[in-house]
């Protein structure tokens, strides 16, 4: 097997010839600021950096946001691992992470490790603050969701089906997810750096509606 980071560098370019140009905000910069943040959270809460890395880098390669099998996305990923000899303990449980981090309306399940905690954390962190902002207005824009319809009701206790493909609009899903990441953080570093993220997403609503003429 190759050493740790030489497999690190080698999935960066695995995955960022895969979504460099992804349209919906899920693209390799998003990929590469999880990453980023994702290994210097674990570097403070004493996880295995090498699998937080990797999980950081292939989280979306199965996500049904970005692919239309997660199966065989799920798939191409053991395969990659184990063309490189990662051992099925660690495969285990970069898997493991992968399928169990997505928000998914809420639905998501309690998590196992200390791995999952953090890059769950790096991956909340960019869907929040400023790039979180942008990112969401990208979202809605690839799925033909307006910026915000005040007609529209704020949806809870979605199903995944619901909160994948029922009506919403850029606007609403400040209030059916990103306001909520903020109290659903898992180690004491992202929950450092959610709370200035989440000011600043508050500010913009309260600016937003102004303009709007909703204040």
């Known amino acids: 097997m190759k050493n740790q980071q030489s497999i690190i560098e080698d ?11 992804e349209g919906s905000g899920h693209d390799w910069y998003h990929i590469e600021r999880v990453t980023y943040t994702a290994q210097a959270i674990a570097e403070k809460e004493d996880a295995d950096d090498f699998i937080v890395a990797l999980a950081s880098l292939f989280h979306d390669l199965a996500d049904d946001k970005v692919v239309e099998n997660e199966q065989e996305g799920l798939q191409s990923i053991v395969t990659w691992l184990k063309d490189y000899d990662v051992n099925e303990k660690d495969i285990k449980h970069i898997m493991e992470i992968i ?25 909340r962190l960019d869907a929040i603050g400023a790039i979180g902002i942008a990112r969401t207005f990208t979202y809605a824009g690839s799925k033909g969701q307006p910026i915000y319809d005040p007609m529209l009701p704020v949806r809870d206790n979605m199903s995944v089906e619901e909160y994948r493909k029922g009506r919403s609009s850029a606007i609403h899903h400040f209030y059916e997810k990103l306001l909520k990441l903020k109290d659903l953080m898992n180690t004491d570093e992202g929950k450092r750096l959610a709370q200035e993220r989440h000011r600043f997403m508050e500010q913009f609503l309260d600016q937003f509606y102004l303009e709007w003429g909703e204040s």
Not at 11 to 21: P, T
Not at 102 to 122: C, H, I, R, Y
């Open 11 to 21: 999935a960066k370019e695995w995955v960022k010839d895969q979504l460099l140009h």
């Open 99 to 123: 399928q169990m981090i997505s928000f998914k309306g809420g639905n998501g399940v309690p998590l196992k490790t200390k791995e999952a905690m953090v890059v769950q954390d790096a991956d």
